[in-house]
């Protein structure tokens, strides 16, 4: 019998082999190691994040501009300061003088390309399809009005077509005429 017990544990070790290995390693659980590389993927990504802020900041201040706090709403009370001061200084009829501060700050708003509008492309597209459409209905405008003149042609031509005498004989001057009319429309 012990051959038959040894025989048998040495098949769940090599069960347990096949499988991945005797478990986890160092007997953590499952939602330890998750948690674990959880917490390692937010580090990475934050440690990417401060690279990419940092090498903007660099860059934007290399261009000449002021790198800002994002896109923060909150006004810091120092700018209602200034924008209290800058209009009271223009309500005076006061101008900066060139090394004024507000003269720098003016300077720098210059230098400051107009963001491009990212809707460009699709409102080109939008008046494209919005002229198309039209073109579409006028056409079809016109196409109905030529079938309704043509319409009203042909009824005026049948109605001469079937003119008939007294004794029922077309009316010969009816198509004589038309007769006329279709070679000079072919001259």
Known sequence: MESGSKNSSETQRCRRIATGGGGFSS???????SLQEFRRRKEKKFVQNATLLREYRRAVKSEGYEAGRGASRKRGRGDEDENRSRKENISEGQKDAPGDELGEERACRRKRR???????????????????????????????????????????????????????????????????????RDV
């Open 114 to 184: 107009k963001k491009t509008d990212p809707f460009t492309k699709a409102k080109a597209q939008a008046e494209a399809r919005k002229k198309e459409k039209e073109d579409a209905i006028a056409e079809r405008k016109r196409r109905q009005k030529e079938e309704v003149f043509k319409a009203q042609k042909r009824k005026k031509q049948y109605k001469k077509m079937t003119q008939r005498t007294k004794r029922g004989q077309p009316v010969m001057k009816n198509v004589i005429g038309s007769m006329l009319e279709k070679i000079q």
């Open 27 to 33: 007997r953590q659980t499952a939602t330890t190691r």
